[in-house]
């Protein structure tokens, strides 16, 4: 069986036994729905991560509505480029896996500056676009800073898909501005039935099978 499960979920087991004791701690996981109980085990570890916010109903109303006003403002740059101008301060979790839309180029950081670092100039770009020369040894002198439209596609990606991401933006932000709604209008009424069939049909409505 340990060859089938995922390391975390044998790490569960074994500190089960160790804390229940053998006879105990396999008399309780042996009746246990595995698939159910990894699903467990990937939750808590998700709420003990450092990175995990907890946040009342309240508070993530909030969050969620400052972040889509912090999105309408930014949209125009977030589109060209699928990375945000800057960061959205107020929950650096939501900002961490909301804050891009698909990004294609290179830059010397795929992170937008922090606004509050000493000396950091509001007149600068957020990013520096850089393409590198074709052949393979590479110096950092070599590297060239250059307009957003010039820049290198990420490694890995063909240029046809790039190009096709950057053209889809649009419509992948309205569809992530569609679910964001839906996770609003929920909270706002302190009613969740239905959410993921709501999200899932504006998913549907908005994304093709071919984008999906």
Not at 10 to 35: P, Y
Not at 68 to 86: S, V
Not at 126 to 137: G, L, N
Request: charged residues 30%.
């Amino acid at each position: 069986m340990q060859a089938n499960l995922p390391r975390h979920t044998v790490q569960f087991f074994n500190t089960a036994i160790a804390a229940l004791g053998r006879d105990l701690g396999l008399e309780l996981l042996g009746g246990a729905d595995i698939a159910r109980l990894e699903r467990r085990v990937w939750t808590l570890e998700y709420l003990r991560s450092e990175s995990t916010p907890l946040y009342s109903l309240d508070e993530l109303l909030g969050h969620l509505c400052k972040f889509h006003r912090y999105e309408e403002e930014i949209a125009p740059f977030l589109i060209r480029t699928g990375l945000p101008p800057r960061t959205f301060h107020p929950s650096a979790w939501l900002s961490l896996h909301l804050g891009r839309l698909y990004d294609t180029r290179c830059t010397s950081s795929p992170y937008p500056p922090n606004e509050q670092r000493a000396g950091n100039r509001k007149s600068e770009p957020p990013y520096r676009w850089i393409k590198y020369p074709k052949h393979s040894v590479v110096t950092l002198r070599e590297i060239e800073r250059c307009e957003y439209e010039e820049a290198d596609v990420l490694p890995g990606m063909k240029p046809y898909d790039a190009k096709r991401l950057e053209a889809e933006r649009p419509r992948f932000l309205s569809a992530r501005n569609a679910v964001l709604a839906e996770l609003v209008r929920a909270l706002a009424e302190r009613k969740s039935e239905r959410l993921l069939e709501r999200c899932l049909a504006n998913l549907d409505a908005m994304l093709d099978r071919d984008h999906s």
